[in-house]
């Protein structure tokens, strides 16, 4: 069967899979599991993969990863990892639909908090279910082998856990067979059925920083008597500012602190003070620039109030870069499944994806898949359409999917997978690379 034909058989048999891929998504969306507590999206996943009759389903990798192994039956060495991410977040779902969720996740660490697929792996999970569905359907004529990757904790785990991606290399999960390539994507508020990518560095190098701040608890009558730590947190918090003006404007990056925890009370001047935070940086190189300076800061400002300060930075996660050769050697796969005039260069954002830890080490692809009621206007940015649901940003509660994309994400990984095994989605060995530091070819779009 020649190429032309397969593509038409992985679109038809992607079409007859559309429903239960809503099905699927709606039913996780519906019953969300935090970072690192995936166990019955876990078991979902499971099953439907033995049900295919996948020659290995290998779970428990790395707390609730699962990898499905298909061999396919046809000659050929390559073997490509289709990666999906399936684990929610801890934010409050007003996404407007039926299946929206209700759950609360009461024992979490530092919970109680609701929980909601607000940044959308619920798609992803059924997307990847769908296109297990389609590839199992051909794979005697499969030239080579296909992991379906089923990642949990990519939104972090708790700080005194591990987990997430390099979790699941270190657990050995790509150690037999190894991949020759991974693909993943991630939806956006962008127009339906659109692909975006970007060649050089698609999100940020991303940290999780926590700042202790410790002083001497005394009464709230007699602050002389102790050290106060929180006039020296306000210094770290106003001085964070200034980070941005000791670092080139031409390569974004932010700190943000999004959560303080204090012990003290309205009349207890408390002993510490915690900041927690992330440090996103455009350029890799850049982000032990910006630690070295954030510590200075911390560790200064406190020094000034008399207390002391330390500052911890966990969870590391490199940026998602994608290869000039990949993304020329990705393109004609994408225009093919998304049409010619929806496959889009879009701006670097400063979100992550700690599927970068998949993509550097083994080589690969990052898309962007539209889902949202947008269009783009004359400069390529999304806006809003009339009478839709408007642009709403991954983690916002009211974030939303609309159904209609998914189909479009099970052929894109269906045709990836296969281009990838016959040869025609491949890069050269040791292709030179530009780097991550290349010049942004518009200013950033509006994705998270
Ligand atoms: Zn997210
Ligand atoms: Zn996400």
């Keep these: 069967?020649?190429?032309?034909?397969?593509?038409?058989?992985?679109?038809?048999?992607?079409?007859?899979?559309?429903?239960?891929?809503?099905?699927?998504?709606?039913?996780?969306?519906?019953?969300?599991?935090?970072?690192?507590?995936?166990?019955?999206?876990?078991?979902?996943?499971?099953?439907?993969?033995?049900?295919?009759?996948?020659?290995?389903?290998?779970?428990?990798?790395?707390?609730?990863?699962?990898?499905?192994?298909?061999?396919?039956?046809a000659a050929g060495e390559r073997v490509v990892a289709l990666r999906a991410d399936t684990d929610a977040l801890p934010v409050r779902d007003l996404c407007g639909a039926d299946f929206a969720s209700e759950v609360v996740d009461a024992d979490y660490p530092g919970g109680p908090f609701p929980v909601s697929h607000a940044c959308g792996h619920d798609c992803h999970t059924a997307m990847l279910l769908g296109a297990a569905t389609v590839l199992s359907g051909v794979r005697d004529r499969l030239p080579g082998t296909v992991l379906f990757v089923f990642q949990p904790a990519e939104e972090g785990p708790p700080v005194t856990e591990e987990g997430g991606a390099r979790a699941m290399v270190e657990a050995g999960a790509f150690a037999d067979p190894v991949p020759t390539m991974v693909f993943g994507m991630h939806v956006t508020p962008y127009p339906k059925g659109y692909v975006g990518y970007r060649t050089g560095n698609q999100y940020g190098a991303s940290v999780l920083v926590r700042i202790v701040v410790t002083g001497r608890q005394t009464h709230g009558s007699t602050p002389w008597q102790g050290v106060d730590p929180m006039p020296a947190a306000g210094?770290?918090?106003?001085?964070?500012?200034?980070?941005?003006?000791?670092?080139?404007?031409?390569?974004?990056?932010?700190?943000?602190?999004?959560?303080?925890?204090?012990?003290?009370?309205?009349?207890?001047?408390?002993?510490?003070?915690?900041?927690?935070?992330?440090?996103?940086?455009?350029?890799?190189?850049?982000?032990?620039?910006?630690?070295?300076?954030?510590?200075?800061?911390?560790?200064?400002?406190?020094?000034?109030?008399?207390?002391?300060?330390?500052?911890?930075?966990?969870?590391?996660?490199?940026?998602?870069?994608?290869?000039?050769?990949?993304?020329?050697?990705?393109?004609?796969?994408?225009?093919?499944?998304?049409?010619?005039?929806?496959?889009?260069?879009?701006?670097?954002?400063?979100g992550y994806d700690d599927v970068s830890e998949f993509v550097r080490r083994f080589g690969g692809l990052y898309v962007t898949l539209g889902v949202q009621d947008a269009a783009l206007d004359a400069s390529g940015r999304p806006v809003p359409v009339e009478g839709g649901r408007g642009l709403v940003t991954n983690h916002n509660p009211g974030f939303y999917a609309d159904d209609s994309a998914l189909v479009t994400g099970v052929r894109l990984h269906a045709h990836v997978a296969y281009d990838h095994l016959r040869g025609a989605l491949v890069v050269p060995e040791e292709t030179p690379d530009a780097g991550d530091r290349l010049p942004a070819r518009r200013p950033p779009s509006r994705r998270p």
Excluded: C, K
């Design 1 to 73: 069967m020649d190429g032309e034909a397969m593509h038409g058989e992985l679109d038809a048999r992607a079409a007859g899979t559309a429903e239960r891929v809503v099905a699927w998504r709606h039913h996780l969306h519906r019953h969300p599991e935090l970072s690192n507590r995936e166990v019955n999206t876990a078991r979902l996943v499971a099953d439907h993969l033995r049900a295919l009759g996948l020659d290995e389903v290998r779970t428990g990798i790395a707390g609730h990863g699962v990898v499905g192994v298909l061999r396919g039956g």
């Design 235 to 350: 210094a770290i918090l106003t001085g964070i500012g200034q980070l941005y003006r000791q670092v080139s404007a031409f390569d974004p990056v932010t700190v943000s602190i999004g959560h303080v925890e204090d012990v003290g009370r309205f009349n207890i001047v408390g002993e510490t003070v915690t900041l927690w935070g992330t440090v996103r940086t455009a350029v890799e190189s850049d982000m032990a620039e910006v630690r070295r300076r954030l510590t200075a800061l911390v560790e200064h400002s406190a020094a000034a109030y008399g207390a002391a300060a330390t500052a911890e930075y966990l969870q590391p996660v490199p940026p998602v870069h994608n290869s000039g050769p990949w993304v020329a050697a990705g393109l004609p796969t994408f225009r093919r499944v998304a049409g010619e005039g929806r496959v889009v260069e879009t701006g670097g954002t400063l």
